[in-house]
């Protein structure tokens, strides 16, 4: 007997043409399309329903079948999905109509210089953000407090800043000589703050501090509201 392993990934492209539906799109025009569905949120399932649930559903196991069989269930879901994408498209062309090359520049040094460094490096945002919190000073570690796992200081207190995976290693025993653990998370381009825990009483003390002038500080944003 005979055996022949055939690992073939089947590209969403070689399946369309394999079916006769391929089309061909102009230059651009996919990606700008997505992005303007993306913003206009045109395919989202209140608009055209939930596929993965409506392609179980339907009867039929043929395309034709399927095609026939979701606009009985949807009429008016491609015309809707349609629309909403042109009226996203004119926004776009307002908006290509005010970029010049001065704001193309301002972009493009935000995307290689800022979001490089705060996606990086986000000590110095972190120090800085409970810096502002508490009404202190606040400076990144030397060489040889890094050493120690010691990011940076708040005022008085030594700051160590991990991401929240961390919490696995800290399990297996690592010390740290730092009075404060700050726990984050990267989520999508954004740096989210997600635990402060204290390392010894002064550590539990800068906590306490980080919780009273939250409270102030969301106090004030609801005074700000109303």
Same mark, same amino acid.
């Given at each position: 007997? =005979? ?9 969403? /492209?070689?399946? !369309? ?8 799109? &102009?230059?651009?025009?996919? &990606? ?5 569905? $993306? ?24 395309? %034709?079948?399927?095609? !026939?069989?979701?606009?009985? $269930? ?20 307002? *908006? ?9 520049? $301002?972009? *493009? ?12 490096? *986000?000590?110095?945002?972190i120090l800085r953000y409970f810096a502002k919190l508490l009404g202190e000073e606040y400076r990144l570690s030397t060489a040889e407090e ?13 700051? =160590?800043?991990? &991401? ?21 998370? $990267? ?7 997600? %635990? ?8 539990? /003390? ?8 939250? =409270? ?11």
């Open positions: 007997m =005979s055996r022949w392993e055939l690992n073939k990934e089947l590209e969403i /492209e070689e399946l !369309r043409a394999l079916m006769g539906k391929e089309i061909e799109f &102009p230059t651009y025009v996919s &990606p700008l399309l997505n992005l303007a569905n $993306k913003y206009a949120q045109a395919t989202r399932p209140k608009v055209v329903g939930q596929m993965s649930d409506l392609i179980r559903e339907c009867p039929y196991k043929d395309f %034709e079948g399927w095609k !026939r069989w979701y606009l009985s $269930k949807h009429p008016k879901a491609i015309e809707e999905a349609t629309n909403k994408i042109m009226e996203m498209l004119k926004e776009f062309l307002e *908006v290509l109509r005010s970029v010049d090359r001065e704001l193309v520049r $301002k972009w *493009v040094e935000d995307l290689v210089l800022v979001k490089t460094f705060l996606g990086l490096r *986000v000590e110095e945002p890094e050493s120690k796992g010691i990011d940076g200081y708040i005022g008085k207190y030594s700051i =160590s800043i991990k &991401p929240l995976t961390y919490k696995i290693e800290k399990a297996l025993g690592e010390s740290l000589a730092a009075d404060t653990l700050i726990f984050y998370e $990267k989520r999508e381009g954004k740096i989210v703050i997600k %635990e402060v825990e204290g390392l010894n009483e002064k550590g539990d /003390e800068f906590v306490e501090k980080v919780k009273q002038s939250s =409270s102030v500080s969301g106090q004030r944003s609801l005074n700000n509201f109303y």
